[in-house]
């Protein structure tokens, strides 16, 4: 035998290890399990078996008459389980109808009979199981059924415990297969469930993302642009502050590659101290003077990221629309809330914007005409406010934006401080 033979007969045989022997992981297992039909209480129909047997050792009166009956009896439980579980006859009045003939006829039966007919009752009960909707009609339709079961077992004096046995177990058998029917209906919803919550995570994860690269690319391009003009304007008579504006660019850049390799991991948290600082630096840029009031204790690192995020939208907005000169920043943390209020002296709101509006101020008309890119970002300035609006209430905070009261536009979210161990 060559090699390759001794390797194709090994594989076969681990194939056939692996066929008898291979086991699933329960989550497979739930995964395909399938809801049973009228195929799977047709087994039962072993049950006949005593019967039959007794009509065909000559143990009962007239066996054609048994034979027929328990041939009427067969084709009823057939026609029960299949009507059942039909998508068709199942809301229907049908089932019921077969099933109400098949007791009658297990009833019959088994008075006229006794013996082993008696057995039928127990299959008439799997046919209620499988009928009934709800647990109010299985309890009227098995309650009577074992009632029965048991009036006829002792009118044909079985016995006090073989007709303990049939009640009990005429009961017990339709209980157990509406017990398993539910379950699996169960299991149903349960898949559908888990199925609909792994879209709504994939959905929330899309918004998570389209909500930091709006951030962090609408920030980063906002003083790009704020030291790009700032460079052309000092170029021609102050070189080395030029060569400085561009070398702000190129670190911007390379902050902004680092952020969105993090953003894209998903581990990013904004440091509110960092923010604050490139807050700074570009408003500098832009000739707008900061001020910085901070009061209360240190916040937790979720609380700060969050904020950060807050920062980094406000400045933005100053940059690109208010045409303002002097931008506050105020933190105060009491009673367990954080509130953080960015205040400038700009032009404010555009008139046509309603209070109730979830954008950005706009620009005014009187703005300097700007390329078909920047206007595309114009268009969109209410991105990244209805973007906190989100995050912040998901945090069980809320965010607020609208005209200052000394003219301006004035932005101001609020938080619950934590602890470091709840978060």
């Known amino acids: 035998m060559t090699i390759d033979g001794e390797c194709a007969q090994e594989a076969d045989r681990t194939c056939r ?34 019967p039959a047997t007794d009509v065909a050792k000559g143990q009962v009166s007239h066996p054609w008459l048994a034979t027929t009956g328990l041939a009427v009896f067969c084709v009823l439980y057939v026609a029960v389980c299949r009507t059942a579980f039909s998508e068709r006859w199942r809301a229907t009045k049908l089932p019921i109808r077969l099933l109400a003939a098949l007791a009658v006829t297990a009833a019959a039966l088994a008075i006229g009979y006794g013996r082993d007919f008696l057995l039928l009752f127990v299959l008439v009960s799997l046919g209620v199981g499988s009928v009934a909707t709800s647990r109010r009609h299985l309890g009227l339709m098995l309650m009577p059924l074992s009632a029965t079961a048991g009036t006829v077992s002792g009118l044909r004096h079985e016995g006090f415990w073989s007709t303990a046995s049939l009640a009990y177990g005429t009961f017990l058998s339709g209980l157990v297969v509406s017990v398993i029917i539910t379950l699996f209906h169960a299991v149903d919803q349960l898949k559908a469930t888990r199925q609909e919550l792994a879209r709504s995570a994939v959905a929330q994860e899309r918004l998570r993302f389209s909500r930091d690269l709006h951030d962090l690319l609408g920030h980063t391009l906002s003083v790009v642009v704020v030291k790009s003009e700032a460079a052309r304007r000092i170029a021609s008579r102050d070189l080395d502050a030029a060569l400085g504006q561009v070398a702000d660019i190129e670190a911007v850049g390379r902050q902004a590659l680092t952020e969105i390799r993090e953003a894209v991991t998903g581990y990013r948290e904004n ?91 706009a620009v005014p008309p009187a703005a300097p005409p700007a390329s078909s890119t920047a206007t595309a970002v114009r268009r969109r300035t209410g991105t990244g406010l209805r973007g906190l609006t989100e995050r912040l209430a998901s945090a069980g905070g809320s965010l607020t934006h609208g005209p200052a009261p000394g003219g301006g536009f004035r932005v101001t979210a609020v938080l619950p401080v934590e602890d470091d161990k709840s978060l």
């Open 17 to 50: 290890r692996a066929w008898w022997r291979r086991t699933k992981d329960f989550d497979e297992e739930i995964e395909h399990l399938k809801q049973p039909d009228g195929a799977s209480l047709l087994p039962w129909m072993l049950m006949a078996v005593g």
């Open 271 to 361: 440091s509110l101290s960092t923010e604050l600082d490139r807050a700074r630096s570009a408003l500098a840029a832009s000739d707008v003077e900061l001020t910085v009031q901070e009061s209360g204790p240190p916040l937790p690192p979720q609380t700060e990221a969050l904020l950060g995020w807050v920062v980094r939208e406000g400045v933005t907005n100053v940059v690109r629309h208010s045409g303002a000169t002097l931008t506050r920043v105020e933190l105060r943390t009491e009673a367990g809330r954080v509130r953080l209020t960015i205040t400038d002296n700009g032009r404010g709101p555009a008139p046509e914007e309603a209070p109730a509006d979830a954008s950005s101020p």
